[in-house]
């Protein structure tokens, strides 16, 4: 009895030619050995792109009435009149500041004005608004916030990338008479030598 056998060729590419061919008594059998491509990494990776930030309100007195210890981003629950009014730049932060009650951070003093279209379900202005941390960085704030002299006070309100309310809550130090002082006096020198490098 006579076997035939069909015998089928493809063309080799790139990884057969790396590979090795190896023949034994049972037939052909064909084992790819090569090396597998590395990708290779661009020296230049691209960047990311810069997070864009928009400012709704910041605390300018809290440079020169404290000194900034640390700092921490905190969440904030918002009624929806109260995030059209901020978006509209109704929001005051200077007299505002944080206290911690049944484990809890709320922002006291802010003064977020009524949202014209929001009729009878308007907001309370100055109602105490609830900021969300981490348990960590809870226990880390609220802990130094007990020590003598520290104290909780928000910075800034703005909306990130995303499009949601933040407050950048910071742990200050109340400064000095002579520390004001300095404060202003470098300042003074600061806005001298940026008048000095216009003229140039």
């Given at each position: 009895?006579?076997t ?7 063309p ?17 059998q064909?084992r790819?050995?090569g090396k ?6 661009s ?15 910041e605390?300018?007195k809290?440079?020169f ?5 640390d700092?921490?981003?905190c969440?904030?629950m918002?009624?929806g009149?109260?995030?059209?009014s901020i978006?509209d ?7 505002a ?6 484990h809890?951070l709320?922002?006291i003093?802010?003064?977020i004005?009524?949202y014209?279209?929001?009729?009878m ?5 100055r109602r ?8 960590r ?9 007990q020590e003598r ?6 910075l800034?309100v703005y ?8 407050c950048?809550?910071?742990?200050v130090?109340g400064?000095?008479?002579h520390?004001k002082?300095?404060?202003?006096k470098k ?6 030598l ?7």
């Open positions: 009895m006579r035939t056998f069909l015998l089928l060729v493809r080799l590419n790139q990884r057969d030619l790396a590979g090795r061919v190896e023949i034994d008594g049972s037939g052909l064909s790819v050995m597998k491509k590395k990708q290779s990494k020296k230049t990776a691209a960047k990311k792109p810069a997070v864009r930030l928009t400012i709704a309100s605390n300018r809290a440079k009435k404290y000194e900034i210890l700092s921490v981003e969440g904030m918002l009624m009149s109260e995030v059209k978006r730049g109704k929001l005051s932060i200077d007299e500041y944080i206290r911690i009650k049944d809890e709320w922002l003093g802010s003064d004005g009524h014209a279209n929001a009729g379900w308007n907001h309370d202005p105490p608004r609830k900021l969300l941390v981490h348990g960085e809870f226990e880390k704030f609220a802990g130094k916030a002299g520290l104290t909780l006070i928000p800034r909306f990130n990338d995303r499009g949601i309310a933040k950048m809550m910071g742990l130090q400064k000095k008479l520390d002082r300095e404060t202003l300042r003074d020198v600061d806005r001298g940026q008048r000095a490098m216009r003229r140039r």
